[in-house]
């Protein structure tokens, strides 16, 4: 009796295991992968989701023609016959796979309303039937406006996209800009609007109901392991690390530079230094904006500090 209790405990572990296995991966899903890809996982998790139900309910309903507990006398597992030309195999002396199946769609057929072989005999079953057509349609609906709305996203999503593409080539069209250029100016805004943006504070509505004190709490921790490399802040952080979280959340922003797009020009005063975090950055000085004698480009890796002398300077 003890290792049966034990045996339970496990499973109930399992199950609670799986449960934080499945929010895991959907929130990888959600930050990794692409608005096409989430709704292909949506799809595919609400697959797996009415397959483990349907397994959950068929093993009940095959559990309850089991039991023999009957009121009539008769039960749904010994009246299903499987017929053929001339004979008669009763239900009870199939196959598992095939009993297994019959159960099975037995239970789909609850969540979705269609046609079954197995009809309850017996007061019990009936009122086992009657609660699996009621949490079948709950489950069932549920699960349609949940694709239905996944399926509204991606198509708004995709509608956005056109709509911007659309209105650039009337744009182009009405400014008479010449094929090369319109070629050239629609392929950056495609392949612009396929990669996946990175989400800015301004993106997250969320943030707005904190507190000035845990955004600011929250933007040094995102921020001081970049600071930290600087020495200036680093020796500010070991000094007044309260002042240095009133100043990142003050003056420290993110930029996110697009690929072809430039960071700043020659000429222009720089109001900012930059610490480059991600990606690759390049560098180039012109003969008619430097003392270079020519073009000069310079690969700037991550962990590199840009215009550093616009923190304490007027830099151009």
Sequence with gaps: ????????????????????????????????????????????????????????????????????????????????PVRGDGWIIPYDETGIPYQYLTALNWAVGQIALGPVEAYPQNVFERVFSVLATMIGFLFGSTLVSSLSAAMVDYQMSKKDKVAKMRSLRCFLQQHHVTPRLSTLVTRQAEGRLAMPETMREADVPALALLSATLRAELKMAIMRPHLELHPVFSLWLSIDEEAMQRICFEAVHSKYVRPAEELFAAGVEATSAHYLIHGLVSYEQEAFTSQMSGMVSLDVEPGSWIAEAALWTKWI
């Design 1 to 80: 009796f003890r290792f049966a209790k034990i045996g339970r405990v496990l499973r109930l572990v399992g199950l609670v295991r799986m449960l934080r296995l499945v929010r895991i991966v959907e929130r990888i899903a959600e930050t990794h992968l692409s608005q096409g890809s989430r709704l292909l996982f949506t799809v595919s998790r609400y697959f797996v989701a009415i397959l483990w139900f349907s397994h959950l309910l068929s093993c009940c309903w095959f559990g309850v023609g089991r039991s023999g507990i009957s009121d009539t006398g008769g039960s749904w597992f010994y009246s299903v």
